[in-house]
């Protein structure tokens, strides 16, 4: 799920070597946190927050098949 995560967040930004997918185990589930440019923060979530929910649509739908329990979260670094 990671690839695949990777995959689809670097080719909607304008700095994909910036992009870091780190899995984290929560409760039973995996978290894939989310670093990436601040400036593709935005491009990510989308307007109302589209984007990202489709892209934990698509997370929760690959991982399902699989018999996993994923989700995604942007984690935006602190200056």
Known sequence: M???L????????QNPGAVTVTPVERAGMTIYE???DPGDIGKIIGRQGMTI???RSLLLAGSAKKGLRCSVEIVEEKS
């Open 34 to 36: 989310l670093r990436l």
């Open 6 to 13: 990777e995959y689809v967040i670097k080719g909607l930004v």
């Open 53 to 55: 929910n489709a892209i």
């Open 2 to 4: 990671q690839e695949f």
